[in-house]
T-cell receptor
Framework: QKEVEQDPGPLSVPEGAIVSLNCTYS??????FMWYRQYSRKGPELLMY????GNKEDGRFTAQVDKSSKYISLFIRDSQPSDSATYLC??????????????FGQGTILTVHP | DAGITQSPRHKVTETGTPVTLRCHQT?????MYWYRQDPGHGLRLIHY???????DKGEVSDGYSVSRSKTEDFLLTLESATSSQTSVYFC????????????FGPGTRLTVL
């Protein structure tokens, strides 16, 4: 079993829909949680990050972390065709000898059609 | 791309040949990483560096070596390329401005025939 599981999709939604992307994990030591967006043939770009549990909002994007359930989510409101990309969750153990190493989910392919 | 360049951007090589990929950063960040990305696997860490001449193995290090003789350059070498090393390779840096957030280069697409 992988440390981080992410439904690869693909996920196809109409423009304006609310999108929910999710990851589950097994390592209770994870403290930092990130979402990356990757357009085709490009490098991943950081979208949002959160520390420990709770919610974080940035424009149309909301990241949620539920450490008790080992479950993280990314919500996209009013989705746009420009949101079509692969979304990757990533997480890490904070501090110590972790050296910032990230563990990634497999990525979810999202298509928003007009 | 947070001042990260990778070279070459594309390479086709034959099985058994050595290959070196270069990652260059312009901002003197201490931590650098090499990942490979394959369908169904997301990004997997190959090697990482926490300073000049300080490197360590990641999750999928077999068949790869790295070197870092200068802060700005992190080299990934495939000593004898195999078809299973056909992949897209990404370099990343950790800027230390928040959490363990990393910023990625544009990638190198490697095909081993």
């Amino acid at each position: 079993q992988k440390e981080v599981e992410q439904d690869p999709g693909p996920l196809s939604v109409p423009e304006g829909a609310i999108v929910s992307l999710n990851c589950t994990y097994s390592n209770s030591a994870f403290q930092y949680f990130m979402w990356y967006r990757q357009y085709s043939r490009k490098g991943p770009e950081l979208l949002m990050y959160t520390y420990s549990s709770g919610n974080k909002e940035d424009g149309r994007f909301t990241a949620q972390v539920d450490k008790s359930s080992k479950y993280i989510s990314l919500f996209i409101r009013d989705s746009q065709p420009s949101d079509s990309a692969t979304y990757l969750c990533a997480m890490s153990v904070a501090g110590g000898t972790s050296y910032g190493k990230l563990t990634f989910g497999q990525g979810t392919i999202l298509t928003v059609h007009p | 791309d947070a001042g990260i360049t990778q070279s070459p951007r594309h390479k086709v090589t034959e099985t058994g040949t050595p290959v070196t990929l270069r990652c260059h950063q312009t901002e003197n960040h201490r931590y650098m990483y090499w990942y490979r990305q394959d369908p169904g696997h997301g990004l997997r860490l190959i090697h990482y560096s926490y300073g000049v001449k300080d490197t360590d193995k990641g999750e999928v290090s077999d068949g790869y070596s790295v070197s870092r003789s200068k802060t700005e350059d992190f080299l990934l070498t495939l000593e004898s390329a195999t078809s299973s090393q056909t992949s897209v390779y990404f370099c990343a840096i950790m800027t230390g401005t928040g959490a363990d957030t990393q910023y990625f280069g544009p990638g190198t697409r490697l095909t081993v025939l």
